[in-house]
């Protein structure tokens, strides 16, 4: 089982980046994939989730339109839209698998798999 985070970079204020985490060594259709990000100094916190399968999508204050996740079955891969980015989205942003996907939010201790990370930056 790997997931492999792609597509941080640095962007302005206002821009757009669509981070992709691939899953190999299990489909992750029928599962919950999640994201997370860590700030510096900060503790890990949810952003959003999706069970491919069953059309359910998550997503915490912070994410609420700006941020869409999807899913490519065919990719076997996982996406995390994000518009009108701010300074404060700026983190390391983590995929995980195999958590729990409701609206009782998302937690870091349900997922069983993570990514190494990628790094989004916004500048002011």
């Known amino acids: 089982v790997q997931l492999v985070e792609s597509g941080g970079d640095l962007v302005q204020t206002g821009g757009s980046l669509r981070l992709s985490c691939a899953a190999s060594g299990f489909r992750f259709d029928d599962y919950a994939i999640g994201w997370f990000r860590q700030a510096p100094g900060k503790e890990r916190e949810g952003v959003s989730c999706i069970v491919y399968s069953d059309g359910i999508t998550y997503y915490e204050d912070s994410a609420k339109g700006r941020f869409t996740i999807s899913g490519d079955h065919a990719k076997n891969t996982v996406y995390l839209q994000m518009n009108n980015l701010k300074p404060e989205d700026t983190a390391v942003y983590y995929c995980?698998?195999?958590?729990?996907?409701?609206?009782?939010?998302?937690?870091?201790?349900?997922?069983?798999?993570w990514g190494q990370g990628t790094q989004v930056t916004v500048s002011s």
């Open positions: 995980a698998a195999f958590g729990f996907c409701s609206g009782r939010g998302l937690y870091e201790a349900d997922f069983g798999s």
